[in-house]
């Protein structure tokens, strides 16, 4: 994969979540189109993105009793182990490592965003508004020039 890029079909209708994933999606695209000498600085960016992200999800399940919070966040801890394991080898010079962990994130986050972080949108909904989100999508991919 060479390329990821925002699309309305990410939405899930927790604006906060929202944020945070179409951000997700320009680090890990920056990391994937960047020259070789900047792979371990874009890895760097996104592991601060992802140490912040998943901290921000996992505090509200746990603030809101998620029910089924265990899996999500023992996903979100395996994905940070596999990223400082990649880290210490692009450190050691090897970028195309580097790219094949951006590649595995972009072929992830759909995944995960559709079946666990969709949940977690649909609870944090119910929970400060009394039903379920509403999310208007328009089949837009978004190319961040950022």
């Known amino acids: 994969m060479s390329e990821f890029f925002w699309s309305d079909e990410y939405l899930l209708g927790y ?3 929202d944020a945070t994933h179409r951000e997700f999606v320009t680090i890990v695209n920056s990391l994937l189109q960047c020259a070789d000498a900047d792979v371990e600085s874009r890895l760097q960016a996104f592991a601060r993105h ?19 919070r265990e899996c999500h966040v023992e996903e979100h801890a395996a994905v940070l182990k596999s990223v ?7 450190k050691e010079g ?21 079946h666990l972080d969709s949940a977690l949108a649909q609870w944090m ?3 400060s508004h009394g039903g ?10 978004q190319r961040d020039k950022g």
């Not at 379920?132 to 991919?141: G, S």
């Open 84 to 90: 400082y394991q990649v880290l210490e080898v692009v």
């Open 125 to 127: 909904v119910k929970q």
């Open 94 to 114: 090897d970028f195309a490592e580097g790219r094949r962990l951006a590649a595995a994130l972009a072929d992830w986050f759909p995944g995960h965003a559709f």
């Open 50 to 68: 992802a140490e912040a992200h998943f901290k921000e999800e996992d505090d509200w399940m746990e603030r809101t009793s998620f029910p089924p």
């Open 132 to 141: 379920k989100p509403v999310v208007i999508r328009r089949n837009v991919l």
């Open 15 to 17: 604006g906060a979540m």
